[in-house]
């Protein structure tokens, strides 16, 4: 069974940092291009960024360039998600999914290109 579990979320000032962290059990990440999204109330999953499997390479969504390092762990085994200068709009739950083709960068926003997710991890940013 394939489980994805996000973790590392909770409140942070804003111009802060966070670091997420993404574990999984029943796959190897390195199979698997590697995608974080979030999502708001009332508002639709986005994606955050990802690393690609082919390339090894992170992409960021626009909102995310600058503030945001994704990195896969040397033994494969976990993936993070660093968030710096934190803003209000950061607020919502992280989730991390992944995709079995190798590249993810035309993909990034598309949700539906993920195939396992996992639970998230609630974000508050205080402002």
């Known amino acids: 069974e394939v489980q994805l579990q996000a973790s590392g979320g909770g409140l942070v000032q804003a111009g802060g940092s966070l670091r997420l962290s993404c574990a999984a059990s029943?796959?190897?990440?390195?199979?698997?291009?590697i995608g974080w999204f979030r999502q708001a109330p009332g508002k639709e999953r986005e994606g955050v960024a990802c690393?690609?499997?082919?390339?090894?390479?992170?992409y960021y969504n626009d909102f995310a360039k600058g503030r945001a390092t994704m990195t896969l762990d040397n033994d494969k085994k976990a993936v993070s998600l660093q968030l710096d200068n934190m803003r209000p709009e950061d607020a919502a739950e992280y989730y991390c999914?992944?995709?079995?083709?190798?590249?993810?960068?035309?993909?990034?926003?598309?949700?539906?290109?993920?195939?396992?997710w996992g639970q998230g991890t609630q974000v508050t940013v205080s402002s």
């Open positions: 999914a992944v995709r079995q083709e190798p590249w993810c960068r035309l993909v990034i926003t598309k949700r539906t290109e993920y195939v396992y």
């Open positions: 029943g796959l190897n990440f390195a199979d698997y291009s």
């Open positions: 690393i690609s499997k082919g390339d090894g390479k992170s």
